[in-house]
């Protein structure tokens, strides 16, 4: 048993098809300012790099709690149209599709920046709304909401792969197969999913958990640093095998 432990093969690292170049984003959280950055980081990479396959992926909370989320999907939509990028959901697009529904969740989403984000788009919230006015508020946003936020936000997936990578928001349930994520997990797990150590059937690359800096391990990479609060807003960049995080 000693000596086949000895001759055991090292576990393959996951790697991309040949010629493909992933830049991964996460957690942008109405930083518009930092993601014009980096996508002119990536506009410069690509540049010299010259891949023969770039693409893009942005992993979810586009808004709230920082200054300009109206701006950042201006941003994120403009980007689109280049026809090489993916947009995934997040926890925040989630959370904004509820209070559309149900306009008495607004306390809850003012605390996790939902109040930042109806400033973006020039209205005036008051800091505790009553029940009249979250309603009243819903429906202002309904009307200054461009139509193009609407269908970017109604469009975003859930998750996608592309050779042993695996991109997410928040991550995954542990023993569950990729094909049979629920959308809640994929949105929202933390714990189950960070504790565990053991390599899934892709790597994961997510965010939604603010590490001080990206966390690239065995099994999943974390790239969510915190942009709104930290002013950095981390670009993974993948070729191969090699995940170099800028």
């Given at each position: 048993m000693l000596s086949?432990?000895?001759?055991?093969?090292?576990?393959?690292?996951?790697?991309?098809?040949?010629?493909?170049?992933?830049?991964?984003?996460?957690?942008?959280?109405?930083?518009?300012h930092l993601l014009d950055q980096m996508l002119r980081v990536i506009d410069a990479?690509?540049?010299?790099?010259?891949?023969?396959?770039?693409?893009?992926?942005?992993?979810?909370?586009?808004?709230?709690?920082g200054p300009d989320s109206r701006s950042t999907l201006d941003l994120l939509i403009e980007r689109s149209q280049r026809g090489?990028?993916?947009?995934?959901?997040?926890?925040?697009?989630?959370?904004?599709?509820?209070?559309?529904?149900?306009?008495?969740?607004?306390?809850?989403?003012?605390?996790?920046?939902g109040l930042e984000t109806l400033m973006s788009y020039g209205l005036s919230p008051s800091v505790n709304p009553d029940g009249d006015e979250q309603h009243e508020l819903m429906r202002e946003l309904s009307e200054v909401m461009p139509a193009r936020h609407r269908d970017f936000l109604g469009r975003l997936?859930?998750?996608?792969s592309c050779?042993?990578?695996?991109?997410?928001?928040?991550?995954?349930?542990?023993?569950?197969?990729?094909?049979?994520?629920?959308?809640?997990?994929l949105l929202w797990i933390r714990e189950d999913f960070l504790q565990h150590k053991r390599r899934f059937s892709k790597y994961i690359v997510h965010g939604h958990t603010p590490v001080r800096s990206a966390?690239?391990?065995?099994?999943?990479?974390?790239?969510d640093t915190g942009a709104y609060a930290t002013g950095n807003l981390t670009l993974l960049s993948i070729q191969g095998s090699s995940l170099l995080a800028i």
């Open positions: 086949a432990l000895r001759h055991a093969k090292p576990m393959a690292k996951p790697t991309l098809p040949d010629g493909v170049r992933i830049y991964a984003i996460s957690d942008i959280h109405g930083c518009a990479d690509v540049a010299h790099s010259r891949p023969r396959h770039a693409i893009e992926v942005f992993m979810g909370d586009y808004i709230d709690r090489n990028a993916v947009f995934l959901k997040g926890n925040h697009e989630a959370f904004l599709d509820d209070v559309f529904r149900d306009p008495g969740r607004m306390g809850n989403w003012f605390q996790v920046g997936r859930l998750n996608f050779g042993d990578f695996f991109f997410v928001h928040a991550g995954v349930r542990p023993g569950i197969r990729l094909a049979e994520q629920r959308e809640e997990d966390e690239i391990l065995d099994n999943r990479a974390n790239i």
